[in-house]
């Protein structure tokens, strides 16, 4: 397998540059920092032929990815479906509609892509401690990475997280700190706490890594639909860090010379009881403001101001993309239709963007001929509490 390329970090807010060879959280100015590569040196092996023979996981985008391939911290991480949804496309109009399904990924959620990256790195650089606030499932992520590589996980989690999610930490080992509050709370926690207990924070964006392991979204759709991009992209957002890799997976394929300049719209979709990237979207607005209150059944929605909103924003507004928000009630009927029609149990997040498909329809932002793919970010297994009692009072079909 070939080597890394990575050359160093670059601040996406002021542009610093900073070294990859030891462990960095944000810039000085308090912006995420952005791992760079070499991708003229990268391109000599790094082609859409090179990869018809690799490993099947994310590692086979080794040169664009942080440490070595070879000491990976990896549990078979990528390699997910892409699922054509034929009835619920001949139901809305749209032949060419798919369903990245993220469920697969081992802990059962998109987050093992990038806690994969994020504790590989992690652990090549010299930490032994790492911790994280989460809604539930990056905790659970981090304490299996963790636990793979010999380290020590603290996850900082809300007191009404997920069951499953607190079991699934507890399981692996790791160190559970229930908060009284939301992540923002345990954000803040982490930070008062982790100089004095020797922790590496591997919050959302505040380190590098995280990112590059959700990139590899982008490329593998890419690869899916036979060296091609889709006109859209429905990704459910609580930090948004899906979104920004794969528009940053998109810049290095155009330097690569894979793509041209075309990209995908980008639709950010949320829950009407946390709804900051929609309104921020709606007042044209470069940033979020924090949302009050926050309330929704989808947990990864839950997050009332993202660290990275400008750059979420950023490549919604440049990609001619949209934020829509969907209520509970909607996003439950999501789950419930995708179950009937396509035979996936997804996850409330990934029973928003189906809600989300019709208005994006209706209002004229996307056509139904166009190529559009859906993200169903994790099982529904882990939210069998919330889903067995609000399919209860869901109206039926």
Known sequence: MSKTFLTHLKCSRCSAVHSAGQLQNLC??????????????????????????????????????????????????????LLPLKRLGERHGCPHLYLKDESFNPTGTFKARGMAAAVTQARALGARKLAVPTAGNAGGALAAYASRAGLEAYVLMPKDAPPAN?????AHGANLILVDGLIGDCGRLLAERKEKEGWFDVSTLKEPYRIEGKKTL???????????????????????VGLIGMWK???????????????????????????????????????????????????????????????????IYRSGGAAVATTDDEILAGVRTLARLEGIFACPEGGAVIAALPKLLECGVLKGEDTMILFNTGTAMKYLDVLARAFDVVSKD
């Open 28 to 81: 000085s100015c308090g912006a995420p920092l952005l791992a760079c590569y070499d991708l003229a040196g990268a391109a000599r092996t790094f082609t859409r032929e090179s990869l018809r023979g690799r490993r099947r996981d994310l590692w086979r985008y080794q040169e664009v990815l942080p440490g070595s391939a070879d000491a990976a911290v990896t549990l078979g991480e990528g390699g997910t479906p």
């Open 166 to 170: 607190q079991l699934e930490v507890r």
């Open 218 to 240: 982008g490329y593998e759709f890419y690869e899916q639909l036979g060296g091609r991009l889709p006109d859209a992209i429905f990704y459910p957002t609580g930090g948004g």
């Open 249 to 315: 997976a998109f810049e290095e394929m155009e330097t690569l010379g894979w793509i041209g300049s075309e990209r995908p719209k980008m639709i950010s979709v949320q829950a009407s009881g946390c709804a900051p990237i929609v309104r921020a979207f709606e007042q044209h607005k470069p940033e979020s403001e924090p949302w009050k209150d926050a309330v929704t059944i989808a947990a990864g929605l839950r997050v009332p101001k993202a660290l990275g909103d400008f750059l979420v924003l950023d490549a």
